[in-house]
């Protein structure tokens, strides 16, 4: 069974940083495309940031150059480092598994970004 | 970027009815197209790949068809269990895309 557990989220100031965590299980996330989405309060999906199995990694232009993701290989586990905090980055955080579309969903962690 | 725009924003059906949202995407996307289906409070829920194919474990009366730009998630028979929000997505080119979504309520 695949389990994606998420962890990290909280409150944090504009301008802030703070890195969020998927453990997976029952998959390898190095051999699998692997992606963040968020959703607003109240609002729609939306795609953060992929990165294929081989490496390379796609953002989301709202999130472009102040977000990052990475996998430890040991750990089989998924990071999104998120830098420059804003207001609008306020969301929860699912860790997906990606095949062109997200099968596999964690339960999420909430980031909220507010002084 | 792609657009995606679905309609309605919401409807309300009875029990039994057909229910269709359509998704049109601002260009082209072959068949690279998802539909998911979204409880309150609940996580996101996979329910159409590839514009057609019935993800594994959800009920028969959901189908999508649709290619290019204009596509359809069909519910042909609702149930109580239906209610929630529906979202497509698009993965043809990055950045991937959501629609905004349409609410389904039970009447």
């Known amino acids: 069974e695949v389990q994606l557990v998420e962890s990290g989220g909280g409150l944090v100031q504009p301008g802030g940083s703070l890195r969020l965590s998927c453990a997976a299980s029952?998959?390898?996330?190095?051999?699998?495309?692997m992606s963040w989405v968020r959703q607003a309060p109240g609002k729609g999906l939306e795609w953060v940031s992929l990165?294929?199995?081989?490496?390379?990694?796609y953002y989301a232009d709202s999130v472009k150059g102040r977000f990052t993701i990475s996998r430890d290989n040991s750990k089989n586990t998924l990071y999104l480092q998120m830098n420059s905090l804003r207001a609008e980055d306020t969301a929860v955080y699912y860790c997906?598994?990606?095949?062109?579309?997200?099968?596999?969903w964690g339960q999420g962690t909430l980031v909220t970004v507010s002084s | 970027d792609i657009q995606m725009t679905q309609s309605p924003s919401s409807v309300s059906a009875s029990v039994g009815d057909r229910v269709t949202i359509t998704c049109r995407a601002s260009?082209?996307?072959?068949?690279?197209l998802a539909w998911y289906q979204q409880k309150p409070g609940k996580v996101p829920k996979l329910l159409i790949y590839?514009?057609?194919s019935l993800q594994s474990g959800v009920p028969s009366r959901f189908s999508g068809s649709g290619s290019g730009t204009d596509f359809t998630l069909t519910i042909s028979s609702l149930q109580p269990e239906d209610f929630g929000n529906y979202y497509c997505?698009?993965?043809?080119?990055?950045?991937?895309?959501f629609g905004q979504g349409t609410k389904v309520e039970i009447k």
């Open positions: 997906t598994r990606a095949l062109y579309y997200f099968d596999y």
């Open positions: 029952g998959l390898t996330v190095s051999s699998h495309y």
């Open positions: 990165i294929y199995s081989g490496g390379n990694t």
């Open positions: 260009q082209g996307i072959s068949s690279g």
């Open positions: 590839a514009a057609s």
């Open positions: 997505q698009q993965a043809n080119s990055f950045p991937w895309t």
